[in-house]
């Protein structure tokens, strides 16, 4: 209960030397009548209240504590102030005093009672809840969970303050809210028995219409981009999506390839490889949760071919050494978005269209490139080389035994061999090729009257891979 304050007896004070007729000097003391704060009154979060003091000259100034405390406490002249914050304890029993100060300082005695804090207006639950997307028309909302201690609440039309469009007083805690597309959203103020308020933001959006596919793109991740607007191309595998405007969610798609039903995804992943003819006709049908529906229907053409490559070494090559040099080129009308030799042989990924790789042991080695067009189009090549890092053997069938005196011209033939194929066995005088045979008689006829009196002659082979192999140098004479 607030009650006015009373201040009496003022009287003005004189500036001039005090004379033998002036009055005493003011010893009285101010009385607090009455706190204005009830034993045990609920304290919100931000309380006034105007205690009742008298003084016979006149009240100057009032000062508090809360729970000891001044910071809580601000009083002028007249009336109080209490403020609990967050060093005050929701539903805390305290301690509230108060003392008056008159003009000549004489203070009052202090006078406290117990007040009970109550800052907090508690929680509060929506039904339909908070960030609802509503249909229009008419909504039931209920609001339950709260503290017991709620005496009002108001239905509003703003945040702070607006329009107030229905009060409740009493459970249940019930409003009925005319749902229009437009329409400022409801706000719920509610009131505690200490006076403390607070809102709640409904937060709801009303749908009341049809949702807006803006547009379907594809998704490949060569190619991303727009495919409703008429010409566009997609690949082998194509992945759509569209990009559609709506005030609540979509809650159905239809997707149709030539009028038959083939997705109910949000994206829709389809093998245009598989189709029949060369473009196909797309549509798409949403519809939200109430009911509202859009379409849209476009035609793509369809590539089904990936690049064309070429890839060296060729099939079945033969392969020398520890490493070799492989490498692809590939080509397509829609371009094309990366090659890759893949793993074992390229364990890093990369792209790049030719790699030193290792040979390994001799035998059937194969390697395989990828291409990709820009339109998600993949093709596999297969290479299948021949390592071959063993020498052919090779050696005299018919020659002059070593040390031999020759007189006339001799013929040499040789033996050579390699799993492989031999290419060539060659015969050289002296370390220097003096005629070379292809054919498998490897036959060759040395005239001695070329060389001096004394040299050396030895036979080399070379198999298709380029391995060689000698044989022992023969020393003959003229």
């Keep these: 209960m607030l009650v006015a304050a009373v201040v009496s007896g003022l009287v003005a004070a004189s500036a001039s030397p005090a004379l033998a007729d002036d009055p005493d000097p003011d010893t009285t003391a101010p009385v607090i009548v009455d706190l204005g704060v009830q034993p045990g009154q609920l304290i919100p979060r931000r309380f006034r209240f105007e205690p009742v003091v008298t003084d016979d000259v006149g009240v100057v100034k ?13 009083c002028g002249a007249v009336s109080c102030t209490v403020e609990t914050t967050n060093r005050v304890q929701h539903d805390a029993e305290l301690p ?14 202090v006078v406290t009672t117990t007040v009970r804090i109550d800052k907090e207006i508690g929680p509060v639950t929506l039904s339909p809840p908070v960030n609802s997307i509503l249909p229009s028309g008419p909504v039931t909302v209920r609001l339950s969970g709260m503290a017991d201690d709620i005496v009002k ?4 039309s703003l945040f702070d303050g607006g329009e107030v469009l229905a009060t409740r007083t009493e459970a249940p805690w019930e409003f009925t809210w005319n749902a229009v597309g437009g329409t400022t959203r409801p706000h719920f103020r509610l009131t505690d028995r200490a006076g403390n308020t607070g809102i709640q933001d409904s937060r709801y959006v009303v ?52 009028g038959r039903i083939v997705s109910s995804d949000p994206t829709l992943s389809w093998v245009p490889a598989n189709h029949p003819a060369a ?24 590539d089904k071919d990936a690049p064309a490559m070429t890839v060296y070494p060729a099939e079945g090559a033969l392969i020398r050494g520890a490493t070799f ?18 793993a ?11 790699h030193t790789v290792s040979s390994g042991r001799d035998g059937k080695r194969q390697i395989t490139w990828l291409s990709v067009d820009n339109l998600g189009n993949a093709r596999f090549v297969w290479r299948t080389v021949i390592v071959d890092n063993t020498a052919p053997s090779v050696a005299y069938r018919k020659a002059p035994k070593n040390l031999a005196k020759l007189k006339a011209r001799t013929t040499l033939t040789a033996t050579a061999a390699d799993r492989n194929g031999i290419a060539r066995v060659q015969l050289l005088v002296d370390g220097k090729v003096v005629a070379t045979d292809t054919n498998a008689t490897y036959t060759f006829t040395l005239n001695p009257k070329k060389y001096g009196k004394r040299f050396t002659v030895q036979l080399r082979a070379y198999d298709k891979a380029g391995n060689v192999k000698y044989t022992t140098k023969r020393v003959y004479r003229r």
Aim: net charge negative; proline share 4%.
């Design 325 to 342: 040099r492989t490498g692809v080129k590939a080509t397509d009308a829609h371009g094309v978005a990366y090659v890759a030799l893949q």
């Design 344 to 354: 074992p042989d390229n364990p890093a990924g990369s792209r790049a269209d030719a």
């Design 62 to 74: 009032i000062e508090g504590l809360l729970g000891g405390l001044r910071d809580h406490v601000f």
């Design 153 to 156: 609440v108001e239905m509003t």
């Design 96 to 109: 509230l005093s108060l003392w008056a100060i008159d003009a000549a300082g004489n203070r009052s005695e």
């Design 279 to 302: 473009t196909a006709d797309i549509s798409l049908q949403v519809w939200d949760p109430f009911g509202y529906t859009a379409s849209t229907s476009f035609t793509v053409n369809l």
């Design 207 to 258: 749908d009341a219409e049809a949702p807006v596919i803006e547009r379907v793109d594809s998704v490949s991740a060569y190619s991303p981009g727009r495919v409703d607007l008429g010409g566009a191309w997609v690949g082998q595998v194509s992945r759509l999506r569209a990009v559609i405007r709506d005030k609540s969610r979509i809650a159905r798609y239809e997707w149709r390839v030539d």
